[in-house]
């Protein structure tokens, strides 16, 4: 994703990444890769169990899926799993 | 796409007792909305399980606890009038749907202990049953009379609830499918996960399973300050469509950036559309 990042804001497109994790996890794997794109800890496991991908792999973490949301609010397009970045690109409304 | 949940328990319940019944029947009718809306902004700390909230109607919410005791009443009431329990989500839909009309309706004042007296005195005598057959009842789910009455109190509130959306010249069933098509619901989804399953934990003993869904039954009418029975169609259900755990409208949230400042998503979509990449590990 992050090759493709660029990709993605030239489209006007913003790229989210969450992961069920503390903010002090998600601060030191910032730190430590060459990610750009927001990563955002969504420790109270809120933000994925609205999205119904909390705990699909009964692992306590979220099931690796893409939203894409256009701006008016709805979701777009969506995959449970790991989509290529050019998957998603070409999905972008 | 919304669901259509039988309203023949409603109605068999409702043998003597038009008024609930009918009720009971027109929130039993409306099954589960569309999509799911779930405002969130700052994160709910994690809460013990019988306070858990299992859904929320415009903010308010249904905790575990009040769900299952409902779902035990309605299978004691059931048993007493000698009729299959509805399933536990049947329940919940009903709960929503109260919840619906009574956060749009207040009601001006609370009913009283005679009211609920009377109305519990109507129920034993539909049912067929004295005060002890009752408090047995009650006592085999684990339940107390003041829960009874409790529930009671709850569908004569709902009722006054109804007259007042009549008074303002709203349809009651066309009124609750605009409220399920645009109120914020959200049911969380882990729970639904157990809805789906075998109702097994939630039967007593003794009390009938849910059958399938089947023409409803008419209902005699006695006199009733409500009769909303005539308001519930003769229709056949549609067997229950499985709910999308995925939101059709993008829950809003607000989460903490590393780094400081946080970050929410309708302040981003303000700039264009936003993919959103769920992890299942920052590392890899």
């Known amino acids: ?93 | 796409m919304s669901r259509r949940v039988s309203p023949r328990f409603w109605i068999i319940l409702g043998l003597g007792v038009a008024a609930i019944a009918g009720l009971g029947a027109l929130l039993a009718l409306l099954g589960s909305g569309p999509g799911l809306v779930a405002p969130l902004h700052t994160p709910i700390p994690p809460t013990p399980p019988e306070d858990r909230a299992v859904a929320s109607i415009n903010g308010h919410s249904i905790r575990y606890a009040f769900w299952t005791e409902a779902v035990l009443l309605d299978q004691v009431m059931s048993g007493l009038a000698g009729q299959p329990a509805p399933a536990p989500e049947e329940t919940l839909q009903r709960l929503i749907n109260e919840q619906l009309v009574l956060g749009a309706f207040p009601p001006q004042e609370n009913p009283t202990t005679e009211q609920i007296e009377a109305q519990m005195t109507t129920l034993e005598q539909a049912w067929g049953v004295d005060d002890d057959a009752v408090t047995e009842a009650l006592e085999r789910a684990g339940l107390t009379r003041a829960a009874l009455e409790q529930a009671i109190g709850r569908l004569l509130k709902t009722q006054a609830s109804l007259r007042a959306l009549q008074d303002q010249g709203y349809d009651p069933m066309t009124w609750l499918e605009e409220q399920r098509a645009s109120a914020k619901i959200v049911i969380d989804p882990e729970f639904q996960g157990q809805l789906k399953s075998a109702a097994a934990p939630y039967i007593l003993p003794g009390v009938q399973s849910p059958v399938a869904t089947e023409s409803p039954i008419p209902t005699p009418t006695p006199e009733a300050p409500l009769s909303l029975s005539t308001v519930v169609p003769a229709t056949k259900a549609a067997p229950p469509t499985p709910v999308p755990t995925i939101p059709e409208i993008a829950p809003d949230f607000t989460l903490d950036q590393p780094g400081g400042g946080t970050f929410t998503l309708a302040d981003q979509l303000a700039q264009g559309p936003v993919v959103l990449v769920f992890l299942r590990s920052g590392g890899g």
């Not at chain 1, 994790?21 to 800890?41: D, F």
């Not at chain 1, 994925?48 to 709805?74: C, M, Q, R, T, W």
């Open chain 1, 1 to 93: 994703m992050q090759d493709y990042y660029t990709r993605f804001q030239e489209a006007g497109a913003e790229v989210v990444a969450l992961v069920v994790a503390s903010l002090e996890s998600v601060e030191g794997w910032c730190q430590r890769s060459a990610i750009t794109y927001p990563m955002l800890a969504d420790f109270e496991r809120q933000v994925s169990k609205a999205y119904g991908v909390y705990n699909l792999e009964n692992n306590g973490l979220a099931a690796p899926s893409v939203f894409i949301i256009a701006p008016d609010g709805h979701v777009a397009w969506s995959e449970i799993g790991e989509p290529s970045a050019q998957t998603i690109l070409e999905h972008l409304p």
